[in-house]
């Protein structure tokens, strides 16, 4: 079935380093969105990418939709410690349910001052 | 405003018991859904509906699973004769609606955290 994989499973990095996490998926996605959770928290939405090749950037976040959309990638430059949580990409895929969003399991961001 | 809220935001069931979980979704907000966030796991699409029709059910794990929003608004997870394995945090979204090009953004509720004994 439809799967979305998410890598690194868990990220450490000294505060000010940078920081990426890759999601890949079997199919083409229509658009795929990015969320924050947390320690103990909800996610939170941070972005959505609908079109091939797509670069948005929030601040120090970078948001990319691959030209074949079926990867994405959010990098972090120059980590601080509020960006610690947990970052999850997740996909819909063409001809699928609109309301279902496949979600990667996630990479853990652990930021060291 | 007001965000999700859900409640309760804990519950304990001994396994056999039915449970029922509750969704205030942000008001005015057309779609609702429902996902199952195991411990260390991303959030694992459970049903959604669209103001009172529930459109996708297919990712419920088995018919003990049901879920109702019968006026468009609140919304309500049940669980009947709860499991071990049905343990895991229930997470409700909101969102205005759907765009041409897929979903708006889900606005997401604390969860409630459900450990069955």
């Known amino acids: 079935g439809q799967q979305v994989m998410q890598i690194p499973q868990y990220q450490h990095v000294q505060e000010g380093e940078d920081f990426t996490t890759y999601c890949n998926s079997s199919?083409?996605?229509?658009?795929i969105q990015w969320y924050k959770q947390r320690p103990g928290g909800h996610p939170v939405f941070l972005i959505q990418l609908v079109k091939s090749g797509e670069v948005k950037k929030q601040k120090r976040l970078t948001f990319q939709f691959g030209e074949a959309k079926k990867n994405s990638s959010l990098h972090i430059t120059a980590t601080q410690t509020t960006d610690v949580g947990t970052y999850f990409c997740a996909g819909q895929r063409y001809g699928g349910s609109q309301g279902n969003l496949i979600f990667g399991k996630g990479t853990k961001l652990s930021v060291k001052p | 405003g007001a965000g999700v809220s859900q409640s309760p935001r804990y519950k304990v069931a001994k396994r056999g018991q039915d449970v029922a979980l509750r969704c205030d979704p942000i008001s005015g907000h057309v779609s609702l859904f429902w996902y199952q966030q195991a411990l260390g796991q991303g959030p694992e699409f459970l049903t959604y509906f669209q103001n009172e029709a529930q459109l996708d059910k297919s990712g419920l794990p088995s018919d003990r699973f049901f879920a109702e929003r019968p006026e468009g608004s609140v919304s309500t997870l049940k669980i009947q004769r709860t499991q071990q394995e049905d343990s895991a945090v229930y997470l409700c979204?909101?969102?205005?609606?759907?765009?041409?090009?897929?979903?708006?953004?889900?606005?997401f509720g604390p969860g409630t955290r459900l450990t069955v004994t």
């Open positions: 199919t083409t996605l229509s658009n």
């Open positions: 979204a909101s969102s205005l609606t759907f765009s041409t090009s897929g979903i708006y953004e889900q606005y």
